[in-house]
T-cell receptor
Framework: DAGVTQSPTHLIKTRGQHVTLRCSPISGHKSVSWYQQVLGQGPQFIFQYYEKEERGRGNFPDRFSARQFPNYSSELNVNALLLGDSALYLC?????????????FGPGTRLTVT | QKEVEQNSGPLSVPEGAIASLNCTYSDRGSQSFFWYRQYSGKSPELIMFIYSNGDKEDGRFTAQLNKASQYVSLLIRDSQPSDSATYLCAVQGNNRLAFGKGNQVVVIP
């Protein structure tokens, strides 16, 4: 079975631009979470979605938004990019809407903001 | 106090030895605990999860949980060069996972 997929793999943007990252969960998984990982740190939680509803939001500014589609895929949008947004963006899927269920990560999208 | 702390620096272990990693957490209500392995430049890979006090073994990996002490550990037996990676401790709470910063393990042949 295919695992979590993310696109694009790498992305280079300029300050002030916006970016859209995409994620498809493991087949049968209905929950998607987004994390940001900067070099040398653990992933930081951004959002969780389950059945198209936002279930959790981390401590990130309103420039960050996300949504989930009827097929359970998800998009993460970041507006007005800052240099500090450069990071690995990870999508994780799980079977149910709470993290009591194990989360499996996709390969990530490496975003570089110049 | 950080939610999840992994304070040990890089850990170097000889091939075949036991690697021991520790993690403490602050939210006493946390119920689910995870260990992820992350190779350089790759995404985290789930290797162990534990929900109940005590030990859980899976192959060469053993996770240990002590909720009273708010402490989770991971033992890697018979360490192999392929175990060289960063190990992330993650704790469930409030519909999200909180991660420690990770511990780098280097297995020396």
């Amino acid at each position: 079975d295919a695992g979590v997929t993310q696109s694009p793999t790498h992305l280079i943007k300029t300050r002030g631009q916006h970016v859209t990252l995409r994620c498809s969960p493991i087949s049968g998984h209905k929950s998607v979470s987004w994390y940001q990982q900067v070099l040398g740190q653990g992933p930081q939680f951004i959002f969780q979605y389950y059945e198209k509803e936002e279930r959790g939001r981390g401590n990130f500014p309103d420039r960050f938004s996300a949504r989930q589609f009827p097929n359970y895929s998800s998009e993460l949008n970041v507006n007005a990019l800052l240099l500090g947004d450069s990071a690995l963006y990870l999508c994780a899927s799980s079977l149910e809407g709470t993290v009591t269920y194990e989360q499996y990560f996709g390969p990530g999208t490496r975003l570089t903001v110049t | 106090q950080k939610e999840v702390e992994q304070n040990s620096g890089p850990l170097s272990v000889p091939e075949g030895a036991i690697a021991s990693l520790n993690c403490t957490y602050s939210d006493r209500g946390s119920q689910s605990f995870f260990w992820y392995r992350q190779y350089s430049g790759k995404s985290p890979e789930l290797i162990m999860f534990i929900y109940s006090n005590g030990d859980k073994e899976d192959g060469r990996f053993t996770a240990q949980l002590n909720k009273a002490s708010q402490y989770v550990s991971l033992l890697i037996r018979d360490s192999q060069p392929s175990d060289s990676a960063t190990y992330l401790c993650a704790v469930q709470g409030n519909n999200r996972l909180a991660f420690g910063k990770g511990n780098q393990v280097v297995v020396i042949p």
